[in-house]
């Protein structure tokens, strides 16, 4: 069974910094890209960062200098490292990979797995 399994949400000040990590397991994870998605209550689901199988990142212009994404082909995880983090950027962070490539939401259905979200709360 394909599956993503994110972890490392949590409660963080701003100025504060988390990394979220997201375990894969079931498909051949180095071939896909891998990326985060969030979303913010009462706000729609916004693609954070990804990185294709050749290494190659992209990221949202709103995380841009504060966020890295990472992925460990040996550990099959990807991870997201957050650093001084914002009270905007506090919503339920999901995990996912695709086949096609990056940014995922150049794809009319992004994400062929997805991962269950994980908290971020940011607090002033």
């Known amino acids: 069974d394909v599956q993503l399994q994110a972890s490392g949400g949590g409660l963080v000040q701003a100025g504060g910094s988390l990394r979220l990590s997201c375990a894969a397991s079931g498909f051949s994870f180095r071939d896909y890209a891998k990326g985060w998605f969030r979303q913010a209550p009462g706000k729609e689901r916004e693609e954070v960062s990804c990185?294709?199988?050749?290494?190659?990142?992209y990221y949202a212009d709103s995380v841009k200098g504060r966020f890295t994404i990472i992925s460990d082909n040996a550990k099959k995880t990807v991870y997201l490292q957050m650093n001084s983090l914002k009270l905007e950027d506090t919503a339920v962070y999901y995990c996912?990979?695709?086949?096609?490539?990056?940014?995922?939401?150049?794809?009319?259905?992004?994400?062929?797995?997805w991962g269950q979200g994980t908290q971020v709360t940011v607090s002033s």
């Open positions: 990185v294709t199988s050749d290494g190659i990142t």
């Open positions: 996912a990979a695709d086949f096609r490539g990056c940014p995922m939401t150049t794809w009319v259905n992004p994400g062929d797995y």
